[in-house]
């Protein structure tokens, strides 16, 4: 259970000189990382791994959860700003961000992403702080069957993204479900629709096609449209939110908080996942589900909370069992191992004072990030005044080259671009591009699951029936999916 | 009305068909090619969700298609003139140059080049901005990836 | 680039950071690709590695992940690379199945192989609250119950999954294989109690033996792990087997590397696997510490490709 004396312990280590410097350059550093499109979290964690060799471990390993939390957050930047997700996670922020700024709302929606971000950031943390041995034994509680139904949960509660027309988003989703099969069987381990290339087995580079579908395809839709776009007026307003306002967003903050942190612990479901089930849930329950998409600030605050509140979850089963939540947390395990601090029951057993030093770093990273991004929102702004020839070129480039690095593999530039053109065709006419990056998530995750768990009964399809935990979850989402397929359905709901 | 004459309407009723006609090649492609995969012991073999998703994709292709055909596409297209394909078909053609020529030119030049080229094609006119902007975009990429992250940007091969 | 990096370790040595003892074969940093994703386990043993590799070369080694095709991608950029010794990569297991189960044409044969670095045997393990206390507890009920003992293991076609496809096998019994992506996700479901037993590497479970939730049961392997030295080998519980499969880790380099340049490498590399930092790492993380030399390597790796033909077969995954 919790130790306040060492959870302080860890509080003085953190705020301490060297420490602290190294979070506030590590919040800069993952805030810049975040933003540009092409880099993400997880690659400048893995990145910064071998600076940290000359640190002591204790300035490296705050540094890296500094990088985690900010770059995590950073992302959002460019989606309100340029419409290009600066991590994957960020996808969702774009839905309304973008819009915002288009109003000339720019300063609100950072204004509000930060907080959000700070809060469910926050949120998580303290949480992991007072709750990771029971969070612990919970998600122990999980496996291959209750996986699926998590699963085949998010795509019924995600339906409400497919956008205006239900019927394009499905034949968007069944594409991203057949894509998410190529490479090797999950299960069998020998290769699906490969062509017989090798550098497919290993299926296609996730990330080099996000950036493809999001970002490489904005930058097809701005030189298509480079007369027609006035050089923006920096209108940017107001970036502080009011007290007022922040009450008003109450609600969505707190369930974004408790989506992400539920989200963020269960393994391979990671800030992306939160983003898109707090947003849906959030349009749901709105009063005015037919303003999301148009520049609503709930909808950037349901995002951006709920990835950051992410990063508590995803970091929980990495320290206490030693089974990373996500890619970023994968690599911060690596870091810990390097020094000498293998996380895992272990760590927790003979290292305390170490696990309480990490939850005091990650509370601290929070608080960091949440006031450099609102002292530089204005600054970020001012992207909006550069002249679109030129910046087009550079968040072209930044796509392509970050797709070479994040696996340093010529292939993956190929697997951008023609992403990109993909995603800038789709849409064009009107096929919304999420639900393939979901079915990429979700689907390979519910497949692997559904087929795991069917080894484990050997082929007793009962198995989801008989886990309580399972059948819930199986009930929940079928609840789900009637009410939007019912929505969609009433006169009005739909389009004519 | 678009450059070729035809309504909004009509190039999304085509948008539509062509996308029911791939979905439908692809979902067949699985199809074929499912079927000479092991068959499993129980439940469950690698076909089975494959098969499963294709289905979806036939059924949802062919109601999208059905949709077109009366005449129900979503009339929401931006016209495309000829200027605008020009420019679209030249960036992705230098696109796929640069991708081809970055791994045996390195990235030093083929970077630079590619966005003098990309500049020009955006409708930038002042020279001397183009070149600069180039060759500071070119320099800072250099600078954070090779020198900074040490992650190597494919190198000048023919030079050394 | 080239010539900035030159220029680079110039500056380098000109400030005297480079040891000048040495001998320079090398003018400027090696790369090495690790084929796998940064921060994973084969990432950390390859950075802990070359981490002092100035000391022992004279040049620095830089790591590059190179991910994608399960591997494949990385170790064929390698192969195909110039052979100066500028470009190393680290192999791995993965290496010697490719090509026996038709993903690509690579093999060993596409290397010089410089150093065996870890060897790790399959090690099958329950919880500790499970009825089985031996191997043969095990194999018993499996023998009376076939298809209902279910074993968790990191990947179809993984050398735990063929040590244990061998053990049934030979014994004629039949478990129900649970593959996971990776050993974690495996070991968590054993330890939630979602599966009878886990078969991964000793690793992956030591922090959870010494915490007392796991018993490992027997390792595959000649002798005992030296990790685990009270741990039964599979023989010494009752079940030998002459198939061994083992996961392991080695550096490659591309094929027709220059005699003086190989021997160069070959002696760094092996001061390296001596560096305290490396075996400190190793031994904390119960990865066995195996090196050897680059003939000894390539006679390994001609007898692993023998010992994985019949267990692929049995798995179904062979592709001939």
Same mark, same amino acid.
């Not at chain 1, 903050?253 to 089930?277: D, H, K, N, Q």
């Not at chain 3, 100035?54 to 170790?75: C, E, F, P, S």
């Not at chain 3, 380099?253 to 075996?279: N, Q, R, V, Y």
């Given at each position: ?496 | ?160 | ?31 090495? #690709?690790?084929?796998?994703? !940064? *921060?994973?386990? =084969?990432?950390?043993? $390859?950075?802990? &590695?070359? /981490? @002092? ?97 279910? #074993?968790?293991?990191?990947? !179809? *076609?993984?050398? =735990?999954?063929?040590? $244990?496809?061998? &053990?049934? /096998? @030979? ?150």
């Amino acid at each position: 259970m919790l130790d306040f004396s060492l959870l302080l312990q860890g509080f003085g280590t953190v705020l301490s000189g060297p420490n602290l410097l190294a979070i506030v350059l590590g919040s800069i550093g993952g805030i810049i990382v975040g933003a540009l499109p092409g880099l993400t979290a997880t690659m400048a964690i893995a990145l910064l791994i071998p600076f940290t060799f000359s640190m002591d471990p204790t300035t490296g390993i705050c540094m890296l959860l500094a990088v985690y939390a900010a770059g995590i957050y950073g992302g959002g930047i460019a989606s309100i700003l340029i419409r290009t997700p600066g991590t994957p996670a960020a996808v969702v922020t774009v839905l309304d961000g973008y819009p915002m700024a288009q109003k000339g709302m720019a300063g609100q929606a950072l204004g509000l992403a930060t907080i959000g971000s700070g809060t469910g950031g926050l949120f998580s943390a303290i949480c992991l702080a007072l709750f990771a041995p029971i969070l612990a034994a919970f998600a122990l509680r999980f496996s291959a069957p209750e996986y699926f139904a998590v699963a085949v949960l998010g795509l019924a509660v995600t339906i409400t993204l497919t956008g205006r027309s239900p019927l394009k988003g499905a034949v968007s989703a069944s594409m991203g479900l057949l894509i998410a099969m190529i490479g090797l069987d999950p299960i069998g381990g020998f290769p699906r629709f490969t062509f017989g290339l090798t550098e497919l087995t290993g299926g296609i580079s996730f990330v080099p096609m996000l950036i493809g579908l999001f970002s490489l395809s904005e930058a097809f839709r701005q030189i298509e449209l480079i007369e027609t776009t006035e050089r923006m007026t920096a209108k940017i307003g107001r970036v502080l939110p009011t007290i007022g306002e922040l009450i008003v967003h109450r609600w969505t903050m707190l369930r974004a908080c408790v989506i992400g942190i539920v989200v963020g612990i269960i393994p391979s479901m990671g800030p992306e996942t939160a983003a898109f089930v707090s947003y849906s849930e959030t349009k749901r329950n709105s009063k005015e589900p037919e303003e999301f998409g148009k520049g609503k600030p709930d909808g950037v605050v349901a995002a951006q909370t709920a990835e950051n509140a992410s990063t508590g979850g995803d970091v929980l089963p990495m320290i206490t069992l030693g089974v990373p939540g996500d890619a970023a947390t994968a690599v911060l395990m690596g870091a810990l191992t390097i020094h000498n601090l293998e996380p895992g029951p272990l760590l927790f057993r003979d290292h305390p004072d170490v696990v309480h030093m990490l939850f005091a770093g990650l509370i601290v990273a929070n608080v960091a990030f949440l006031v450099i991004g609102l002292v530089g929102a204005r600054q970020f702004a001012k992207v909006l005044n550069l002249d679109r020839r030129y910046l087009v070129p550079a968040i072209m480039l930044c796509s392509l080259i970050g797709s070479y690095a994040i696996n340093n593999n010529p292939m993956d530039v190929w697997v951008c671009l023609i992403f990109g053109f993909i995603g800038y065709l789709m849409q064009r006419y009107d096929y919304p591009v999420s639900p393939i990056v979901l079915a990429q998530i979700l689907g390979a995750m519910a497949e692997s699951n559904f087929r795991r768990s069917l080894a484990m009964s050997q082929g007793d399809l009962g198995i989801f029936a008989t886990r309580p935990i399972a059948a819930v979850l199986l009930l929940l989402a079928v609840v789900a999916a009637v009410s939007a397929i019912r929505r969609q359905m009433q006169p009005g709901g739909a389009r004519p | 009305m678009s450059a070729d004459g035809k309504s909004p309407q009509v190039r999304m009723t085509i948008a539509d068909l062509s996308a029911a006609s791939i979905s439908l090649v692809f979902a067949g492609w699985a199809f074929h090619e499912s079927g000479r995969w092991p068959a499993p012991e129980f439940i469950g073999g690698p076909a089975i969700v494959p098969r499963a998703v294709a289905t979806i994709l036939v059924v949802v292709a062919l109601a999208l298609a059905w949709n077109a055909l009366r005449g129900r596409s979503d009339a929401v297209e931006k016209p495309l003139d000829a200027t605008k394909i020009r420019r679209i078909a030249l960036t992705l053609g230098l696109t796929a140059a640069y991708a081809v020529s970055l791994e045996p030119a390195g990235f030093l030049p083929s970077t630079f080049v590619f966005l003098v080229a990309f500049l020009h094609v955006m409708g930038a006119t002042n020279r001397v901005s183009i070149v600069g902007f180039s060759i500071l975009l070119t320099a800072g990429f250099h600078a954070i990836f090779d020198l900074v992250l040490k992650v190597p940007l494919p190198p000048i091969v023919w030079l050394s | 680039m080239k010539l900035t990096r030159r220029a680079f370790t110039a500056g380098l040595a000109a400030a005297g950071l480079a040891s000048p003892a040495i001998a320079q074969t090398f003018q400027r940093d090696i790369t090495m #690709v690790v084929p796998w994703a !940064a *921060g994973g386990g =084969t990432d950390t043993l $390859a950075r802990t &590695l070359v /981490k @002092n590799a100035k000391q022992y070369l004279g040049v620095g080694i830089n790591v590059v992940n190179r991910t994608g095709g399960t591997g494949a991608v990385g170790m064929q950029s390698v192969s195909a690379a110039r052979p100066d010794g500028y470009t190393i990569g680290l192999i791995t297991f993965h290496l010697s199945a490719y090509r026996l189960m038709g993903l690509s044409d690579l093999s060993y044969r596409d290397f010089e192989p410089i150093a065996l670095l870890n060897r790790t045997p399959a090690a099958f393990s329950v919880k500790a609250d499970s009825p089985f206390k031996t191997l043969k507890d095990l194999v018993d009920y499996a023998k009376a119950n076939p298809g209902v003992v279910t #074993v968790a293991n990191s990947g !179809a *076609g993984a050398n =735990t999954h063929l040590s $244990a496809a061998i &053990l049934a /096998k @030979n014994n004629g019994i039949k478990f129900s294989f649970v593959p996971f992506d990776g050993g974690a996700p495996a070991r968590t479901a054993m330890v939630g109690g979602h599966v009878t037993s886990l078969v991964s590497g000793p690793d992956e479970v030591l922090q959870y033996v010494k915490t007392g939730q796991v018993r490992i049961l027997a390792m595959v392997g000649e002798q005992r792990h030296p990790s685990f030295p009270d741990v039964p080998t599979i023989a010494e519980a009752g079940f030998p087997n002459k198939e061994i499969v083992y996961d392991w880790r080695g550096i490659g380099a591309p094929k027709g590397l220059p005699p003086a340049i190989s021997k160069t490498l070959s002696e760094g590399f092996e001061k390296m696997a001596k560096d305290p930092d490396f075996i400190a790492l190793m031994d904390q993380a119960a990865l066995a510490r195996v090196y050897m030399n680059g003939a000894d390597f390539t006679k390994f790796l001609a007898g692993m490709e023998t010992s994985l033909e019949p267990a692929l077969a049995e798995v179904g995954l062979l592709k001939k």
